[in-house]
């Protein structure tokens, strides 16, 4: 049974870009399979770095009860500080977000971000067994247990809990006891992406970037990052071609790399978990 809320509006916010068209795309489909569901009355979505923005989101919300999912990877200074204030909503002087706040003739319920949901754990686990079994070199392709596992972010000074949903579900891959080992890696924090050999316990190494889309950071700035010249990547993304190719002989390793997180199909129902927590009971069909 799932649960429908026909007496609200859900608002799907990303980031957005300036620079890459294709930064909006997983929050835009995820917004349009939840319309063809049927769940909310209306489905909008809006973006910090992009038409229709944030701040005016609210006036194209024909419902008073509204539920706002982030579309990040992990709680951070976009998600608690950003997002809230181009909603309006009041961060209290001890920097508490209170989640369900009146905006004008608005109830808001601003729900926790998809990227913090258990189940993105078992996500970037599949990101990873999948694209070595796709691609193997030769007929036996490493198993879990003989590959090392890294979960790349970008990572930043700005807020300390950027970095938290990520290692958690490294804590929770490493628990699982599948791979042979599981790394935290970052764009700009230690341990960096650049040190995956000194990190690396196996010659088979897998990186899952956890991002909502693939943009520059994933198609261009952790391919460099890995080892992968820099030439050779920018040719590779002139041309319209992937910018990876897997697996890829990098530093005495294979080195298979995934695409970003964030247009996995199964991300509506996490979107859906996260309106249940903050809505109680709702209709069922």
Known sequence: MTATYPDATLVLVGHGSTLNAESALPTLRHADEL?????????????WKEEPSIAAVLR????????VVPIFVGEGY?????????????????????????????????????????SMT?????RATEIVRRNPEGTAPPVPSETSLFVAGHGTGKN????????????RLRAANRFHDVHAVFME??????????????????VVPFFVSDGLHSHEDIPVLLGESASVVRARMNAGEPT??????????????????GDEPHIPDVIL?????????????
């Open 60 to 67: 194209s919300a024909w419902l008073p009860r509204v539920f």
């Open 244 to 261: 990876w190719q897997n697996p890829t002989r990098l530093r005495d390793r294979r080195v298979w790399y995934t695409r970003s997180i």
């Open 189 to 206: 924090e230690d341990p960096r992406i650049a040190d995956w050999d000194r990190l690396a316990r196996t010659d088979n190494v897998v």
């Open 273 to 285: 978990e996260r309106v249940a927590e903050l809505a109680g009971p709702g209709s069922m069909q």
């Open 122 to 126: 078992a996500i970037v686990e599949q």
């Open 160 to 171: 300390e809990n950027s970095r938290r949903a990520i290692e958690r579900h490294v804590e």
């Open 35 to 47: 319309r063809r569901r049927g769940a909310f009355a209306q489905v909008l979505a809006c973006f």
């Open 78 to 118: 976009f998600t608690e500080q950003v997002v809230p204030r181009e909603l309006g909503l009041n961060i209290g002087s001890d920097q508490v977000l209170e989640r369900v706040q009146t905006v004008g003739s608005h109830r808001v319920h601003y729900c926790a971000p998809i990227g913090t949901h258990d």
